[in-house]
């Protein structure tokens, strides 16, 4: 079993930055894939990043690319979301998301593990 806590989140006005970590328990994280969704009040959750377990490839929806730069560091078992330019439609709850399957290099909705989420405000 596999538990991702999440920080980092809170409020900031456009064009501020944050930083969110996840930090998970176990022993494997290093082979899984991980990454972030993020879900906007009443609508569907969405991807944002997912980095495969070597680090590569790296993905990001394209609504992020350029502002936004996701990375990992294995020894700390713990997955970063940089969040730069921050815009108001930015906001969201943003959840960290693991993948144990090695034929994924992103993570999906039915990935097995969650966070809990934590919440990102950009205010104009």
């Known amino acids: 079993q596999v538990q991702l806590v999440e920080s980092g989140g809170g409020m900031v006005q456009a064009g501020g930055s944050l930083r969110l970590s996840c930090t998970a328990s176990?022993?494997?994280?290093?082979?899984?894939?991980m990454g972030w969704f993020r879900q906007a009040a009443g609508k569907e959750r969405e991807f944002v990043a997912a980095i495969y377990s070597s680090g590569t490839p790296i993905t990001y929806v394209d609504a992020v690319k350029g502002r936004f730069t996701i990375s990992r560091d294995n020894a700390k078992n713990t997955v970063y979301l940089q969040m730069n330019s921050l815009k108001p439609e930015d906001t969201a709850v943003y959840y960290c998301?693991?993948?144990?399957?090695?034929?994924?290099?992103?993570?999906?909705?039915?990935?097995?593990?969650w966070g809990q989420g934590t919440q990102v405000t950009v205010s104009s």
């Open positions: 176990g022993r494997t994280f290093s082979s899984y894939t």
């Open positions: 998301a693991a993948d144990p399957d090695p034929r994924r290099a992103i993570v999906v909705p039915s990935s097995p593990y």
